[in-house]
């Protein structure tokens, strides 16, 4: 069991710096989307100068920014800057966009550049501090870069290739809707994120490139599956599921938070097989109507899906989201008729729910209005005065960690508080930041993070009572 559990972390850690690398830069992805759609020669608006902007983004910006991120991930700002410059010697090296070898080459950077540090930065003398940061980051950079260049590029331009043909055998073989029966289970469970902004989104790129359309943004993005299983909870759910899953409906399908449903499948896991058969209609359906975006759909709401909705792919996204809606309805339909749980039965499985779900951004506070707080930190209860900053973390800093900063916010300004408070991925977590709150089980890293900060351990986001202890606390 200790071996299964350090696997699956293992797994969760490696699919959380996979996604957290293209997550950040999805605004720059949403441009080259919006640039594609409307301008190419195919697009709404055809424009041959302002189409001139789309090899360049998606060749050498996307790119640079997802090695950038990454190397900062590893190593602040210091290993982004070394990773973005050796990023561009896989790029020169390669005919096809590099977001695969921008993943490798961004957080290897940063890493190595790391180890210089730790073997050279203390014995440099005073006075020639600067001398050693410039030289020894560009030095490491240049050699980089020429790696990637000769070594890098071309080995995973040939990878890129292979699996964007293995890709089309897929899709020309009709198979793709069976990608679902991996990618809801493993989404649910352990790595949301991970598969769509870290496999699909980079090699739907590819796809995108050259014919202007994806249907691979569509495979885990889709709402439609979600909302079924919401819809079915609101309809013949009961107690506290029942009362919350309207809510948490509009969140998922409107707000594009897919990660507020997962508490309820993992209730009953049963319901696997609703967010499969949800998943594997829609994906069908897209196929059937040749549909597809033009860029990734982040958060995968309706409103983002029909933006970067490629023109003629309206009547195929709106039907496969429908479809997917429908079949997961009707599946989650049958199941929670059949089942005989009661409140009690939704009170245990929340709890089994984090053990199994080892999700380190978890909303499950929308299963249940009573629940039990993790201890507190060790740290000193920081004084009033002294906190102007308070940081919302999660693994990506997004979604449930940025829906409980909207919380706390709206809180802090109806009891006219004026204290600072945003969301953040834990590895940017800032130095001067006074609270850190988290989930429960991600306070250890937020800890190894910054140590100074005064942490706050929730069991959910949505749904704590820690927040009005702030507002009671800082109002007094």
Known sequence: MAEKNGLRAKTQRFGSYLSGMVMPNIAAFIAWGLITALFIPDGWWPNESIATLVDPT?????????????????????GGVVGATAAMGVIVGADVPMFLGAMIIGPLAGYLMKKVDQLFQHRVRQGFE???NNFSAGILAAILAIFGLW????????????????????????????????????????????INHGILTPLGLEQAAEAGK??????????????????????????????????????????????????????????????????VSGVFTFQIFDAGLVAASSPGSII?????????????????????????????????????????DLSEATGKMEEMK????????????????????????????????????????MGSSAMGASLLKNKFKKA???????????????????????????????????????HISVENFLNSPKYDELVNRFKN
């Open 151 to 194: 070594g890098i590029g071309p080995i995973v331009a040939g990878l890129t290739n292979l699996l964007a043909s293995g890709v089309e055998v897929i899709v020309g073989a009709g198979l793709l809707p069976l990608a679902n029966i991996i990618v809801e289970p493993a989404k649910i469970l352990f790595l949301n994120n991970a």
């Open 214 to 279: 994806s249907i691979l943004f569509l495979v885990e993005a889709n709402p439609g599956p979600g909302l079924g299983i919401l819809l079915a909870f609101t309809i013949f759910g009961r107690g506290a599921s029942r009362a919350s899953a309207p809510g948490a409906a509009i969140i998922q399908f409107f707000g594009g938070i897919h990660e507020i449903y997962f508490p309820y499948v993992l209730m009953k896991p049963a319901l696997i097989l609703a967010a499969i058969a949800g998943g």
């Open 130 to 132: 600067m001398l050693y």
């Open 416 to 454: 006219e508080i004026d204290i600072f408070v945003t969301n953040k991925a834990i590895n940017e977590i800032p130095s001067d930041a006074d609270i850190v709150i988290t989930h429960k089980d991600l306070t250890d890293r937020a800890k190894a993070k910054i140590s100074s900060a005064e």
């Open 58 to 78: 998606i060749k050498y910006l996307l790119p640079l920014l997802i090695a950038f991120t990454g190397g900062r991930m590893v190593y602040d700002l210091r």
């Open 304 to 344: 983002a899906v029909l933006a970067m909705t490629a023109k003629g792919s309206y009547v195929g996204v709106i039907l496969g989201v429908v479809v997917a809606a429908a079949v997961s309805f009707i599946v989650s339909a049958i199941i929670l008729k059949s089942s005989k749980a009661d409140e009690k």
């Open 358 to 397: 080892g999700k380190k951004s978890s909303v499950s506070g929308v299963l249940a209005n009573n629940t039990t707080e993790a201890k507190e930190s060790e740290v000193p209860v920081k004084k009033e005065e002294d906190v102007q900053k308070i940081i919302f973390a999660c693994d990506a800093g």
